[in-house]
């Protein structure tokens, strides 16, 4: 995570949290016991961190992205990917029923969304803004 994130993270139960912007953030893994690896990377930033992310992976571990933010152009090597057997799974939005299904989640309490912040429609600029600043942990509502 982010470096001003990092208590937010941790708060939400996290097993170990690094600073995604500190140059020593994979020894710092080792540090708290990942030395073998991660199972899995969430990313939604991309750009100069996807090859340290990727190596970051034990083997046959994941690595998920549903953003780039920091850029859309990466170079890597491409056979960490299969000679480790990882799997590289790139999401966007799911489907009508799938929507559907989260909603009830939610609705019943089972799943409760992390809210960074809420704006009316008015105030756009306001949350385009607090978005850019990429300082917020969750998710920006806009309401009508």
């Given at each position: 995570a982010g470096p001003h994130?990092?208590d937010a993270v941790a708060?939400?139960?996290?097993?170990?949290?690094?600073?995604?912007?500190?140059?020593?953030?994979?020894?710092?893994?080792?540090?708290?016991?990942?030395?073998?690896?991660?199972?899995?990377?969430?990313d939604i930033v991309a750009?100069?961190?996807?090859?340290?992310?990727?190596?970051?992976?034990?083997?046959?571990?994941?690595?998920?992205?549903?953003?780039?933010?920091?850029?859309?152009?990466?170079?890597?090597?491409?056979?960490?990917?299969?000679?480790?057997?990882?799997?590289?799974?790139?999401?966007?939005?799911?489907?009508?029923?799938?929507?559907?299904?989260?909603?009830?989640?939610?609705?019943?309490?089972?799943?409760?969304?992390?809210?960074?912040?809420?704006?009316?429609?008015?105030?756009?600029?306001?949350?385009?803004?607090?978005?850019?600043?990429?300082?917020?942990?969750?998710?920006?509502?806009?309401?009508?």
């Amino acid at each position: 995570a982010g470096p001003h994130k990092l208590d937010a993270v941790a708060a939400l139960g996290a097993r170990a949290v690094v600073a995604r912007d500190d140059a020593d953030w994979r020894l710092e893994l080792d540090r708290q016991g990942f030395g073998r690896g991660v199972d899995a990377v969430a990313d939604i930033v991309a750009g100069s961190q996807v090859t340290a992310c990727l190596e970051c992976l034990r083997p046959g571990g994941r690595y998920v992205t549903a953003g780039a933010i920091a850029g859309p152009h990466v170079t890597l090597d491409w056979r960490m990917v299969y000679l480790r057997q990882l799997t590289l799974t790139g999401v966007t939005m799911g489907t009508q029923e799938q929507a559907r299904r989260i909603v009830a989640h939610v609705q019943s309490g089972r799943l409760k969304p992390l809210l960074a912040g809420s704006y009316p429609l008015e105030a756009l600029p306001q949350a385009q803004h607090e978005f850019c600043s990429r300082r917020h942990v969750g998710k920006l509502v806009i309401t009508l």
